[in-house]
């Protein structure tokens, strides 16, 4: 497949800023090229731009995922990855996506916002993928497949035989999101980068290494591919702050992999609680941080957990989740608070006391 076909038209003839940073390798003695203020008032190094290509970051991520640091491309969360795929590959109003539902919501708003139209393509009801489907809804102005494994919110990881046939014979780009693969027993695509041109894999650090604040997500697929990313982006688009915070929790591997360890025991845990309750219908299998649970009325335990003061995510409305909300693994005290509250619940809406 030739991915140069698959760019807009504008965005191959682009001729990116190039920052006064980006045009200087090494530390001067003198920086006047930048137009900061050489007053360092934060004390900790603020006035000064921070790299624009974020080198230390990628040769110690390269490291630990074992994917070339050219094969890597790091942003502002995984959602800043999933706006600049639109920007690259989907003229607006004419050229296409396919998403699976039920799945990630900001799929369909970049869709929207970019205004690519969309097929969605539903999984099955046991939330697996449909390649053939898949192949039917493809026109000749299809660029990009968005598949989540392990999904959200539906937990479960995408069978690898079917990733892999839509990598050999879907016509676009396949990004595979995997912003949960960190608690899940399977190894990542990107191991499989080699083999696929066409594939985008999805990482962040907002959940199993516990930086959702910090902002930082992260895209692997081949040098061509990030090379367009690291031409659309904002030349500066992960600050100083939040890079010297990932190089501290990538430097500590062994801390997120204690908290995972315990967040998939806290996990059974929570799944046993929750099967013993007469008003739990399913607790489904799912291989990321949360649960999705099938309630008799998913609203009523919604908001008797909410007057607890206790907040998840209700996912009732989205395709095969009826009556379902999506329960994330907090900290075993979180745990049990939430479990204590379910006892209490009686099947009434508002009128215990
Ligand atoms: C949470 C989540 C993300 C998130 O990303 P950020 O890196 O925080 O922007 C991406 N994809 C899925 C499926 C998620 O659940």
Redesign the pocket.
């Known amino acids: 497949m030739e991915i140069q076909k698959l760019v807009r038209l504008n965005i191959r003839n682009l001729k990116p800023y190039s920052s006064a940073r980006s045009e200087f390798v090494g530390t001067a003695a003198v920086m006047l090229d930048a137009n900061e203020n050489g007053h360092d008032l934060s004390g900790e190094g603020l006035n000064r731009y921070p790299g624009p290509l974020q080198h230390a970051v990628k040769a110690r991520l390269s490291a630990l995922k074992s994917v070339p640091a050219e094969s890597i491309f790091t942003g502002?969360?995984?959602?800043?990855a999933?706006d600049l795929l639109f920007r690259i590959f989907c003229e607006p109003g004419h050229d296409e996506a396919v998403i699976c539902p039920p799945?990630?919501g900001?799929y369909e708003v970049l869709a929207a916002i970019h205004r690519t139209p969309l097929k969605k393509v539903p999984l099955d009801a046991g939330f697996g993928l449909r390649p053939e489907a898949i192949f039917a809804a493809v026109t000749r102005r299809t660029k990009l497949l968005f598949l989540?494994s392990p999904?959200?919110p539906s937990g479960n990881l995408a069978d690898p035989e079917a990733v892999a046939l839509l990598l050999r014979k879907f016509p676009g780009i396949v990004v595979v999101?995997e912003?949960?693969i960190d608690f899940a027993e399977q190894k990542s695509w990107s191991l499989q980068l080699p083999e696929f041109p066409n594939l985008v894999v999805?990482q962040?650090?907002?959940?199993a290494w516990a930086l959702?604040g910090a902002?930082?997500?992260m895209a692997f697929a081949s040098p061509q591919i990030t090379g367009l990313f690291d031409k659309v982006k904002y030349p500066y688009n992960v600050n100083m702050l939040t890079q010297r915070k990932v190089l501290e929790a990538l430097a500590e591997p062994e801390k997120t992999h204690a908290a995972v360890v315990n967040i998939l025991a806290e996990k059974s845990r929570l799944r046993e609680a929750l099967l013993k309750f007469s008003f739990v219908k399913t607790v489904y299998p799912g291989d990321a941080n949360f649960l999705l649970v099938k309630f008799e009325d998913a609203r009523a335990v919604f908001e008797h957990l909410k007057r607890q003061s206790i907040v998840v995510r209700d996912r009732s409305g989205e395709l095969h989740c009826g009556n379902c909300l999506r329960i994330t693994i907090g900290t075993k005290s979180e745990n049990v608070r939430m479990v204590e509250a379910l006892a209490g619940f009686n099947g009434s809406l508002g009128l215990e006391s």
């Open positions: 502002n969360g995984s959602d800043e999933i799945t990630y900001m989540c999904n959200n999101d912003a949960y999805l962040t650090l907002s959940k959702a902002r930082f997500g």
